[in-house]
């Protein structure tokens, strides 16, 4: 899983040959509407889901969508499932120091009921997420489109295929307030929930449910 970089609505041609009438702005003259894609793929299925926030890229708004992505898949594959194994980036919203996205990935494990094992990317190497080779396909797939609304962003993520399936849509208006974060207090006891791999303590974390 992983956000990718913010998406701007308006008549840009996003340094492609602009479609349409080759007519599009090539500079940010103040854009107003703009949405964060969160992204996670599932390496079994091939099955890709994107999430538009409206909003800010939180932890919040990390946790949400993947609680979203967990809650929307079909209950026989949720019955079966004994542990979630994510790939991430050791980003600023959903690293293994970041306090909240640690308390809200533990209250995400205990209402699910699954074990869940967080694997971090070293830096500079973010490149080998797979969910990184999902972003690369949208980039080329609506490269030069002018995106000028919600709509128009949705129907053409909603297009793309990766492993020869389209990907799930979903539009978030939720609002998220950036800069949350724990007490020392607080967090000793997120700590006491996280079980640390002692050779990689950073990138190699597990979370069992109560």
Known sequence: MDCKATVNIGDYSRGGKTRGDNKACDHDMGCKEK?????????????????FGSSRKTSDFIVDSLHAWWTGLPPGEREQTELIRIKADNGPESGGARTQFLKRMVEFVDSVGIAVQLIYYPPYHSKYNPIERCWGMLECHWNGARLTSAETMLAWAGTMTWKGLHPIIELSKKVYRKGVSLTRKAMKEVEARLDRNPVLPKYDISILPH
């Open 35 to 51: 949405y964060v894609p969160f992204g996670i793929v599932d390496e079994d299925t091939g099955q890709l889901k994107i999430t």
